[in-house]
């Protein structure tokens, strides 16, 4: 037999808006220390927005950390011709080509794929 207890419905609704708000400010902490340590980082408005407006992520990020194509091409030693390939959506680039591209622009594979 399970233990049961009543209460009034405004004690429990009290409850559940202190638990939700418990939620709140752990995901909140949890964001702060992720930022704090380096593991997430905050994107400018403006990037972000060119993300969600479809831009190719590799241009984007590119571009965020102040990258030409070329310097982008030293870094990852993913070729030039390629870069530019997959930024203008004619290649898709292999899974090691991606892998390259993101450990140099300092992202995941996830943050450069559509």
């Known amino acids: 037999m399970a233990d ?3 209460i009034d419905r405004a004690v429990y609704d009290e409850m559940r808006a202190a638990m939700d708000e418990l939620a709140d400010l752990r995901a909140y902490d949890r964001a702060t220390a992720a ?3 380096g593991e997430e980082e905050l994107i ?3 990037f972000a927005e060119r993300l969600i407006s479809g831009e190719p992520p590799l241009r984007v990020y590119r571009e965020l950390r102040g990258m030409t194509q070329a310097a982008l091409s030293d870094a ?5 011709v390629q870069i530019v390939n997959i930024e203008g959506g004619d290649a898709q680039g292999s899974v ?3 892998r390259k591209l993101a ?3 300092g992202v995941t ?3 450069l794929v559509d």
């Open 35 to 37: 930022l704090a340590s």
């Open 44 to 46: 400018p408005a403006a």
């Open 76 to 80: 990852s030693g993913v070729n030039r």
């Open 96 to 98: 090691q080509t991606l």
């Open 109 to 111: 594979i996830d943050d």
């Open 4 to 6: 049961t207890i009543t």
């Open 103 to 105: 450990d140099a622009l």
